[in-house]
């Protein structure tokens, strides 16, 4: 097994910062945005993206989580996802801007799930995506608003995102 840095620590805390920027621009500022992590790596990445943006402007951008559990058959080499729908969002998503956030971005699937997920508490202004890697292989028309790094995978690649101990992001690793 081959193992490729895509991103390294440095290169985690830049990707982030840009989107943060990125997010500002599109969405003129923070005002009625809220972070939606899909758990568990989606959610730390969000609380990451919180904090720059609150770096940037100054205001505390509320962060909620949403859980989509995976029930896969890769033996089969087809899998399917079903949203067990457990939202944790402390804010009510009407007419609010959206932004949800995930460590990679495969089928979209996942995504399709937790916009249903989501759209089931009430009725956002919009929903935008922010992934941290985008490694292609989409079932779904659904692309990312934001993307931290574009890699293009076989699908039997893996692409490892780590956390330290205090759910930092640390590094980007693509497994062969
Ligand atoms: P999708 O639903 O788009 O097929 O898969 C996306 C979800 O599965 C994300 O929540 C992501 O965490 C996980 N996932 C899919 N492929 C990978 C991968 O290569 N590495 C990691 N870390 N997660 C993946
Ligand atoms: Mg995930």
Redesign the pocket.
């Known amino acids: 097994a081959e193992n490729t840095v895509i991103l390294d620590g440095t290169g985690v805390k830049r990707a982030l910062t840009r989107i943060a920027h990125e997010v500002l621009e599109k969405n003129k500022g923070v005002e009625g945005l809220v972070l939606v992590g ?5 959610v730390y990445l969000a609380q990451e993206l919180g904090d720059r943006l609150n770096e940037i402007e100054g205001v505390e951008v509320p962060v909620g989580a949403v859980d ?1 559990t ?1 029930y896969r058959d890769d033996i089969k080499g087809h ?1 399917e ?1 079903l949203p067990v729908g457990k939202t944790e969002l402390p804010f009510s998503v009407e007419g609010k801007r959206v932004v949800l956030v ?12 937790a916009m249903d997920a989501i759209i089931d508490q009430g009725r956002p202004s919009c929903i935008q995506l922010a ?1 941290l ?1 985008d ?1 292609g ?4 028309p ?1 692309r990312a608003d934001f993307v931290g790094r574009n890699v293009p ?1 076989s699908r039997s ?5 780590a956390f330290d101990a205090d759910n930092k992001p640390t590094e980007v690793i693509l ?1 062969k």
Request: proline content about 0%; charged content about 25%.
């Open positions: 899909i758990r568990t790596g989606g989509i995976m899998h996802h995930d460590d990679v971005l495969f089928t979209g699937r996942t995504i399709r799930a992934v890697v490694r292989h989409r079932d779904l659904i995978t690649e893996n692409i490892m995102v497994q």
